[in-house]
């Protein structure tokens, strides 16, 4: 059924031409992974700490959740169900790891369903938010690099985890002092989940000629991602509270310059410093640090060296 749906789909989007696959295309484009840190990162730094923690704290889960999901059921992409299913243009290079859940639904219902849960927000805004977290889902299917069910799945996931971080920020603002509990129970989470993915068995599907069809070590990969950046945020987020304290509460030119240069030296880290780090430790081990040291930077190591320099460069009273 989920098949038949995608090449449907696949038949009506040959012959509509490319005006709604461009646009869709540039919707998935906001469920990517670099696209949604850069957005929590301008929130977290520049607009409002409070939104941009809620954001991160939802998405980490969220990639925890994934990762451990899309391990367990280990369903295969629809072209490697179904020969005929051909994805539009370069979709395929940001479809990584398992199919189910969608990966790109999820970290749309965690940054933009998010704004569309706060009631603090104008409706309108929250309004164009929620269509956004509906278009990022259809595109998966419409592009044919995902399911029905996984992009299903994935909303309700993401959303359901939104809620229940919700629940936990709320609680952590009642009792500020118990925050290292929530980190340590979190790090268990994250070496659970990690550990369950080194050591499970996968399926071993053969094509005609006799070669392993997926490898299911190599689609682990998204997991170990999701653990770094669980860990990066517990540990970025318990000690930015403890020993930074930065607000954006701040004028409006110091937003703007913060904004500019910690994008530009975050591009640093994702581009360049994390790449290395994957090369110099291969494997897990080097997927999980590369994931951890751009989380970290964004919650913590930005914000330490913007809290210093900021406070240098206020003229002293006489």
Same mark, same amino acid.
């Given at each position: 059924?989920?098949?038949?749906?995608?090449?449907?789909?696949?038949?009506?989007?040959?012959?509509?031409?490319?005006?709604?696959?461009?646009?869709?295309?540039?919707?998935?484009?906001?469920?990517?992974?670099?696209?949604?840190?850069?957005?929590?990162?301008?929130?977290?730094?520049?607009?409002?700490?409070?939104?941009?923690?809620?954001?991160?704290?939802?998405?980490?889960?969220?990639?925890?959740?994934?990762?451990?999901?899309?391990?367990?059921?280990?369903?295969?992409?629809?072209?490697?169900?179904?020969?005929?299913?051909?994805?539009?243009?370069?979709?395929?290079t940001t479809a990584t790891g398992y199919s189910f859940p969608s990966g790109h639904t999820m970290n749309a219902?965690?940054?933009? +369903?998010?704004?569309?849960?706060?009631?603090?927000?104008? @409706?309108?805004? *929250? &309004? !164009?938010? $929620?269509?956004?977290?509906?278009? =990022?889902?259809?595109?998966?299917?419409?592009?044919?690099?995902?399911?029905?069910?996984?992009?299903?799945?994935?909303?309700?996931?993401?959303?359901?985890?939104?809620?229940?971080?919700?629940?936990?920020?709320?609680?952590?603002?009642?009792?500020?002092?118990?925050?290292?509990?929530?980190?340590?129970?979190?790090?268990?989470?994250?070496?659970?989940?990690?550990?369950?993915?080194?050591?499970?068995?996968?399926?071993?599907?053969?094509?005609?000629?006799?070669?392993?069809?997926?490898?299911?070590?190599?689609?682990?990969?998204?997991?170990?991602?999701?653990?770094?950046?669980?860990?990066?945020?517990?540990?970025?987020?318990?000690?930015?509270?403890?020993?930074? +304290?930065?607000?954006?509460?701040?004028?409006?030119?110091? @937003?703007?310059? *913060? &904004? !500019?240069? $910690?994008?530009?030296?975050?591009? =640093?880290?994702?581009?360049?410093?994390?790449?290395?780090?994957?090369?110099?430790?291969?494997?897990?081990?080097?997927?999980?640090?590369?994931?951890?040291?751009?989380?970290?930077?964004?919650?913590?190591?930005?914000?330490?060296?913007?809290?210093?320099?900021?406070?240098?460069?206020?003229?002293?009273?006489?």
């Amino acid at each position: 059924m989920d098949i038949q749906i995608l090449l449907r789909l696949q038949e009506f989007r040959n012959g509509a031409g490319g005006i709604l696959a461009d646009f869709l295309s540039k919707m998935t484009f906001l469920g990517e992974l670099n696209s949604v840190i850069v957005i929590m990162a301008i929130l977290y730094w520049s607009v409002s700490k409070e939104l941009g923690t809620y954001l991160m704290a939802g998405w980490s889960g969220n990639r925890l959740v994934n990762g451990a999901l899309k391990v367990t059921v280990c369903a295969y992409r629809p072209w490697i169900r179904d020969a005929r299913i051909l994805p539009h243009g370069n979709a395929m290079t940001t479809a990584t790891g398992y199919s189910f859940p969608s990966g790109h639904t999820m970290n749309a219902a965690t940054v933009f +369903g998010g704004g569309a849960m706060r009631a603090d927000l104008p @409706k309108p805004l *929250r &309004a !164009v938010l $929620g269509v956004v977290v509906a278009l =990022v889902a259809f595109s998966r299917i419409y592009l044919g690099v995902h399911t029905p069910q996984d992009v299903l799945v994935g909303m309700g996931a993401g959303l359901l985890v939104l809620w229940l971080t919700l629940k936990l920020m709320q609680w952590v603002a009642k009792n500020p002092e118990k925050d290292w509990l929530v980190v340590c129970v979190g790090a268990v989470l994250c070496a659970a989940v990690a550990l369950y993915a080194a050591l499970k068995p996968y399926p071993e599907d053969f094509d005609v000629e006799g070669k392993l069809i997926v490898d299911g070590s190599k689609m682990a990969n998204d997991t170990f991602k999701g653990v770094g950046y669980c860990i990066a945020f517990l540990v970025g987020w318990v000690l930015e509270r403890r020993y930074v +304290g930065f607000s954006t509460d701040v004028p409006l030119t110091r @937003k703007l310059t *913060r &904004a !500019v240069i $910690g994008l530009m030296s975050y591009y =640093v880290v994702s581009l360049i410093l994390a790449p290395l780090i994957k090369a110099w430790i291969p494997g897990f081990a080097g997927t999980t640090l590369s994931c951890f040291i751009q989380m970290f930077y964004v919650v913590f190591l930005f914000p330490l060296l913007a809290t210093r320099l900021e406070m240098r460069s206020e003229p002293t009273s006489r």
